[in-house]
């Protein structure tokens, strides 16, 4: 079975610009939750969606947002970059509501 | 808010020596799970424990969960090089799949 997918791997964006990353997960598996890594904070859980509607937000500004389409795939979108958006964004897969999550390898992304 | 907090945050130990990490709260969790994270890629499941007092294996790796289900431990035996990794606890919060991870323990095992 394919593992959590991310795409892109790695990105380099300018201040001010918005990102759209995106998250394909594990086949059957109806929650995608997105965490933002940073050396400084560790993981911080962004948002989850379950079935299409947001179930659970982290405490992040509104330029964090996401969705889930019907086949379960999910992306988030980050407008007005700062420079301290640069981490790395994983994304992760489970069942239902279950905390076993499987993680797909992350977006790297660089803001300059 | 619940926190998770894990210790040492740092570790370099030679081949073949035993560690212990930690992972303590002052909040009750249903589970805890432990992950691995290898640099530029993401978090791996290795366990999750459920019942107070559990005590799982996974080949070198014995993760505990506490009686009071507040706190739980990694124990490695023998580490090898290809333990070496950031390693994880996290626990769920509410009845969605939102997890609050630890800060993490970066293990260094030198050959």
């Known amino acids: 079975k394919a593992g959590v997918t991310q795409t892109p791997r790695y990105l380099i964006k300018t201040r001010g610009q918005q990102v759209t990353l995106s998250c394909s997960p594990i086949?059957?598996?109806?929650?995608v939750s997105w965490y933002q890594q940073t050396p400084g904070q560790g993981l911080q859980f962004l948002f989850e969606?379950?079935?299409?509607?947001?179930?659970n937000k982290g405490n992040f500004p509104g330029r964090f947002s996401g969705r889930q389409f019907s086949n379960s795939r999910s992306e988030m979108n980050v407008s007005t970059l700062e420079l301290g958006d640069s981490a790395l964004y994983l994304c992760?897969?489970?069942?239902?509501?279950?905390?076993?999550?499987?993680f797909g390898p992350g977006t790297r992304l660089t803001v300059t | 808010t619940q926190l998770l907090e894990q210790s040492p945050q740092f570790l370099s130990i030679q081949e073949g020596e035993n560690l212990t990490v930690y992972c303590n709260s002052s909040?009750?969790?249903?589970?805890l799970q432990w992950y691995r994270q290898e640099p530029g890629e993401g978090p791996v499941l290795l366990v999750t424990?459920?019942?107070?007092?559990e005590v799982k294996k996974l080949k070198r790796l014995t993760f505990q969960f506490g009686d009071a289900r507040k706190d739980s431990s990694l124990h490695i035996t023998a580490a090898q090089p290809g333990d070496t990794g950031l390693y994880l606890c996290?626990?769920?919060?509410?009845?969605?799949?939102?997890?609050?991870f630890g800060q993490g323990t970066t293990l260094q095992v030198k050959p």
């Open positions: 992760a897969s489970s069942r239902a509501a279950t905390y076993e999550q499987y």
């Open positions: 086949s059957g598996h109806r929650s």
């Open positions: 969606y379950f079935s299409e509607t947001q179930r």
């Open positions: 909040s009750v969790f249903s589970s």
């Open positions: 424990v459920v019942t107070g007092g």
């Open positions: 996290a626990a769920g919060s509410g009845n969605t799949g939102k997890l609050i």
